[in-house]
């Protein structure tokens, strides 16, 4: 089939002007998604309505391909969206790229009739869309060239065994940490080579949500820790053994999921699970033992036809299709979408919310599931019957003495995921009583300077919900505020205005607007900050209280330079090279007992040599 426009636009001479691929997107689904629970494929249709004709005619190819290449049934899901259709389908996990290539003919040769002069380039090995019956043949000889009847037949060992089991392009393992095995996928073992009595699946937390997945995945991994387990996390920041960064990076994909659970001394995992990862490729585990949704917020829409609250909160509970039949759910019940949708999951729930008396954990500890929330200033987790003291919510680091309201929550998901995994409550309260008192604990999160009278926040707040949050923590103080603000390329322009109109409403004396390194994504250099300011200056902030600093590093140091005797500078910094060199400034800067109003001496970006 044709290639992606991206890939065709400026080297090919064949396409009619007037052409429009059928498609916007084609992938591999490697593990249970947001479809269904089984590898397969998935396409996204081109801004067009997949009518009734259409589908009825994507249907017919894929039933006729799935019969000519042999494929058994298996589940099809059509997904009809703002901006089109997602179709997928279930497909044989050796065969994915030949899947994606079916759903590709399938999907274009319905859509419409095209006229011989007005065909998308045609790339030797590609289905045919002007010969049927040459198409199928092209199928059948792509799946039989990636057909591997021996990994299937060792998959399927494996499940017998009642073992998780991860394959990618270069090597399949079985088993999970301490207690996997990895082969290259060019020298598979046969059943009997295959050291069965010593593989086991090791205690897994996967943790997803809008706001506060990186906190949650640190608190776990601590606490997991303390249980006297050698703990692996991956996170948006890297991969992490023992408390150790082994990678750096954003690994909060299959990529970092499957990198972990294949260490050999690892024995157990917390993996971020994001948003994008679950739409392109799936869940990576198969048995955890607990999977966090911290919150539901709005992100990120208008990708993969997730355009609603609805859509968002569908796809976070994808995670659930990551865990061991016993595994359970731990839920926010302060949020309105997870409250709704959580009593239709068929695993065992968890809930947590700030008040300890809502109804919602009420009930559940009635029924004997396990809760934690706030009673009487303290933090309280239900195990059945049991009642553990975690500690006065005020006492603890990561709460900044209650007014991180956000964090108390994170506090309470995790420690319900920690219980989940069998980390002891005692542990889970001594690892609260400390968390967040080290500048180390939490790196880019909530991370706080105090400079005489003036303090500054560094954050990863990244949406409406997770800035607002930051704000109501920072700026409950006189002083003038001071922000620096910017925003990834790939939200809709709606979304970087409600931003703007977040910041806006806490009336902010300077706002540096900057772009994030790395994370333009189609945007021209500029073009969000523009955006941020013209809503800006809609929502009244004065024009003069506005500058443009595109570098992250350099922004912060403007507004540091700004700054008076008794402010308070809220920085959300996003790319890591730019939190690196800014935590490395303020170190620097308190080091030197510096003061707002006197010169940034030396290095103002704050790079070290």
Same mark, same amino acid.
Request: with cysteine; proline share 6%.
């Given at each position: 089939?044709?290639?992606?426009?991206?890939?065709?636009?400026?080297?090919?001479?064949?396409?009619?002007?007037?052409?429009?691929?059928?498609?916007?997107?084609?992938?591999?689904?490697?593990?249970?998604?947001?479809? /269904?629970?089984? %590898?397969?494929?998935?396409?996204?249709?081109?801004?067009?309505?997949?009518?009734?004709? !259409?589908?009825?005619?994507?249907?017919?190819?894929?039933?006729?391909?799935?019969? =000519?290449?042999?494929?058994?049934?298996?589940?099809?899901?059509?997904?009809?969206?703002?901006?089109?259709?997602?179709?997928?389908?279930?497909? *044989?996990?050796?065969?994915?790229?030949?899947?994606?290539?079916?759903?590709?003919?399938?999907?274009?040769?319905?859509? #419409?009739?095209?006229?011989?002069?007005?065909? %998308?380039?045609?790339?030797?090995?590609?289905?045919?869309?002007?010969?049927?019956?040459?198409?199928?043949?092209?199928?059948?000889?792509?799946?039989?060239?990636?057909?591997?009847?021996?990994?299937?037949?060792?998959?399927?060992? =494996?499940?017998?065994?009642?073992?998780? !089991?991860?394959?990618?392009?270069?090597?399949?393992?079985?088993?999970?940490?301490?207690?996997? @095995?990895?082969? %290259?996928?060019?020298?598979?073992?046969?059943?009997?080579?295959?050291?069965?009595?010593?593989?086991?699946?090791?205690?897994?937390?996967?943790?997803?949500?809008?706001?506060?997945?990186?906190?949650?995945?640190?608190? +776990?991994?601590?606490?997991?820790?303390? @249980?006297?387990?050698?703990?692996?996390?991956?996170?948006?920041?890297?991969?992490?053994?023992? #408390?150790?960064?082994?990678?750096? #990076?954003?690994?909060?994909?299959?990529?970092?999921?499957?990198?972990?659970?294949?260490?050999?001394?690892?024995? $157990?995992?917390?993996?971020?699970?994001?948003?994008?990862?679950? &739409?392109?490729?799936?869940?990576?585990?198969?048995?955890?033992?607990? $999977? +966090?949704?911290?919150?539901?917020?709005?992100?990120? /829409?208008?990708?993969?036809?997730?355009?609603?609250?609805?859509?968002?909160?569908?796809?976070?509970?994808?995670?659930?299709?990551?865990? $061991?039949?016993?595994?359970?759910?731990?839920?926010?019940?302060?949020?309105?979408?997870?409250?709704?949708?959580? $009593?239709?999951?068929?695993?065992?729930?968890?809930?947590?919310?700030?008040?300890?008396?809502?109804?919602? &954990?009420?009930?559940?500890?009635?029924?004997?599931?396990?809760?934690?929330?706030?009673?009487?200033?303290?933090?309280? &987790?239900?195990?059945?019957?049991?009642?553990?003291?975690?500690?006065?919510?005020?006492?603890?680091?990561?709460?900044?003495?209650?007014?991180?309201?956000?964090?108390?929550?994170?506090?309470?998901?995790?420690?319900?995921?920690?219980?989940?995994?069998?980390?002891?409550?005692?542990?889970?309260?001594?690892?609260?009583?400390?968390?967040?008192?080290?500048?180390?604990?939490?790196?880019?999160?909530?991370?706080?300077?105090?400079?005489?009278?003036?303090?500054?926040?560094?954050?990863?707040?990244?949406? *409406?919900?997770?800035?607002?949050?930051?704000?109501?923590?920072?700026?409950?103080?006189?002083?003038?505020?001071?922000?620096?603000?910017? @925003? !990834?390329?790939?939200?809709?322009?709606?979304?970087?205005?409600?931003?703007?109109?977040?910041?806006?409403? /806490?009336?902010?004396?300077?706002?540096?607007?900057?772009?994030?390194?790395? /994370?333009?994504?189609?945007?021209?250099?500029?073009?969000?900050?523009?955006?941020?300011?013209?809503?800006?200056?809609? @929502?009244?902030?004065?024009?003069?209280?506005?500058?443009?600093?595109?570098?992250?590093?350099?922004?912060?140091?403007?507004?540091?330079?700004?700054?008076?005797?008794?402010?308070?500078?809220?920085?959300?910094?996003?790319?890591?090279?730019?939190?690196?060199?800014?935590?490395? +400034?303020?170190?620097?800067?308190?080091?030197?007992?510096?003061?707002?109003?006197?010169?940034?001496?030396?290095?103002?970006?704050?790079?070290?040599?």
């Amino acid at each position: 089939m044709p290639p992606q426009p991206a890939d065709n636009a400026a080297s090919s001479d064949k396409v009619s002007p007037d052409y429009v691929f059928a498609f916007e997107d084609s992938r591999r689904l490697t593990g249970a998604n947001l479809y /269904f629970d089984e %590898p397969g494929a998935a396409l996204e249709t081109h801004g067009v309505a997949a009518d009734a004709r !259409a589908l009825s005619g994507w249907r017919q190819n894929l039933a006729d391909a799935r019969d =000519a290449l042999h494929w058994s049934e298996g589940r099809i899901v059509v997904r009809e969206h703002a901006s089109g259709a997602s179709l997928a389908f279930v497909a *044989p996990i050796d065969q994915l790229y030949a899947a994606t290539e079916v759903n590709e003919w399938a999907w274009t040769d319905a859509a #419409g009739a095209i006229e011989q002069s007005a065909l %998308p380039p045609h790339a030797p090995g590609h289905a045919a869309l002007w010969d049927r019956g040459d198409a199928l043949r092209t199928l059948r000889a792509l799946a039989e060239a990636e057909a591997r009847p021996d990994l299937i037949a060792l998959l399927e060992q =494996a499940r017998i065994h009642g073992l998780p !089991a991860y394959s990618d392009d270069d090597a399949v393992s079985i088993g999970e940490g301490a207690g996997s @095995q990895t082969w %290259p996928l060019d020298a598979l073992p046969g059943s009997t080579q295959v050291p069965w009595p010593r593989l086991h699946a090791i205690p897994t937390a996967v943790v997803t949500g809008s706001n506060g997945k990186t906190t949650s995945v640190r608190l +776990l991994a601590a606490m997991a820790r303390a @249980q006297g387990w050698i703990t692996a996390y991956s996170s948006t920041d890297g991969l992490f053994v023992d #408390g150790e960064r082994v990678d750096s #990076g954003d690994y909060s994909g299959p990529v970092g999921a499957r990198t972990l659970l294949r260490q050999p001394t690892v024995q $157990a995992a917390i993996l971020e699970t994001a948003r994008g990862g679950m &739409l392109r490729r799936g869940v990576t585990p198969q048995q955890a033992r607990a $999977a +966090l949704v911290t919150n539901i917020s709005p992100d990120h /829409f208008g990708e993969y036809g997730i355009h609603s609250l609805e859509d968002l909160a569908q796809v976070k509970l994808t995670v659930a299709r990551a865990l $061991a039949d016993d595994g359970v759910l731990v839920l926010n019940a302060d949020d309105a979408l997870l409250l709704k949708r959580g $009593a239709s999951t068929p695993h065992p729930l968890a809930w947590f919310a700030l008040d300890d008396a809502h109804p919602q &954990l009420r009930a559940h500890r009635e029924r004997g599931g396990a809760t934690c929330g706030v009673g009487e200033g303290r933090l309280w &987790l239900s195990l059945g019957e049991a009642r553990h003291d975690l500690g006065e919510v005020e006492a603890l680091p990561l709460t900044l003495g209650g007014r991180a309201r956000y964090n108390i929550a994170n506090l309470a998901g995790a420690a319900l995921a920690a219980a989940a995994l069998g980390v002891d409550p005692e542990r889970i309260a001594a690892v609260l009583a400390r968390f967040g008192s080290q500048p180390g604990d939490n790196p880019g999160r909530l991370q706080r300077w105090s400079f005489g009278a003036s303090e500054v926040y560094l954050d990863y707040a990244h949406n *409406p919900d997770g800035l607002r949050g930051l704000l109501e923590v920072a700026t409950r103080r006189d002083g003038r505020l001071g922000i620096v603000l910017g @925003q !990834a390329g790939n939200r809709e322009d709606k979304d970087i205005r409600a931003l703007a109109a977040v910041v806006a409403s /806490f009336r902010p004396d300077r706002v540096v607007l900057k772009d994030i390194e790395s /994370f333009l994504r189609g945007r021209a250099p500029g073009e969000v900050a523009q955006i941020l300011r013209a809503e800006l200056l809609r @929502q009244g902030v004065p024009e003069s209280a506005i500058r443009l600093c595109l570098d992250e590093a350099r922004a912060a140091a403007e507004l540091l330079q700004w700054a008076a005797e008794g402010d308070v500078l809220v920085l959300p910094i996003h790319n890591s090279d730019a939190r690196d060199a800014v935590v490395a +400034l303020l170190d620097r800067l308190q080091l030197g007992q510096w003061r707002p109003g006197l010169p940034l001496a030396g290095d103002t970006t704050g790079e070290t040599e």
